[in-house]
């Protein structure tokens, strides 16, 4: 069964502080992972995509990494901001297949 | 250009009742996709649409069902709401079938009494 699988489910940081968060995968082979972010009340905004063939992915202060091997991939937020509190959702996607992880909800407190 | 727009944003109906939800995709794109979202579950894809074509479905029963328009709008379904159907139900868009860019809506919040 194909599994996307998010740790943890939330979390709570200082403003500030960074944060890395943790996405494993049983979907394979796939075409391509993503980091969506969502606010609370809004649809999800693309943070970054990754090919299988790429390891490590910036979107300012937003860095995925990826590995293939082991099947995980990390969203790492550096210097946290207030703004960045939201839910996290990793999704891996197989041709037109689409598995998302459940998220983990981020909260950033001054 | 303007984004992913979805109607109504929020909505409440009882049980028994039908729904049918909107989206507009942004301008260009030809690929539609719905997805329902909870707390419990996440996203779950229901269907996605390009040039009018359902072309790929998720496991969601029959009540479920949508349709897309010459001008790319779509437009989802769901018959006899029961309470498990209340979701934030999410629409996103791609220039091109197999989603590899989607842009998402801000979604409709159905609440079902």
């Known amino acids: 069964k194909n599994q996307v699988e998010q740790s943890p489910q939330s979390l709570i940081i200082l403003e500030g502080k960074n944060c890395t968060l943790q996405c494993n995968y049983t979907v394979s082979p796939f075409s391509n992972l993503r980091w969506y972010k969502q606010d609370t009340g809004r649809g999800p905004v693309s943070l970054t995509i990754m090919t299988f063939s790429e390891n490590t992915k910036s979107n300012g202060r937003y860095t995925a990494t990826l590995d293939a091997d082991t099947k995980q991939s990390s969203l790492h937020i550096t210097a946290s901001q207030l703004s960045d509190s939201a839910s996290y959702i990793c999704?891996?996607?197989?041709?037109?297949?689409?598995?998302f992880g459940t998220g983990t909800s981020l909260t950033v407190i001054p | 250009k303007a984004g992913v727009t979805q109607t109504p944003r929020y909505l409440i109906k009882t049980r028994g009742q039908q729904v049918t939800l909107s989206c507009s995709p942004i301008s260009g794109h030809r690929s539609v996709s719905w997805y329902q979202q909870t707390p419990g579950q996440g996203l779950q894809f229901l269907f996605e649409?390009?040039?009018?074509?359902?072309?790929n479905k998720g496991n969601f029963p029959g009540r479920f069902s949508g349709r897309q328009f010459s001008n790319s709008r779509s437009e989802m379904n769901v018959s006899t709401l029961e309470l498990g159907d209340s979701a934030l139900y999410l629409c996103?868009?791609?220039?091109?079938?197999?989603?590899?860019?989607?842009?998402f809506g801000p979604g409709t919040r159905l609440t079902v009494t």
């Open positions: 999704v891996v996607s197989i041709r037109n297949q689409f598995y």
């Open positions: 649409y390009f040039s009018e074509t359902q072309r």
């Open positions: 996103a868009s791609s220039s091109i079938a197999g989603t590899y860019e989607q842009y």
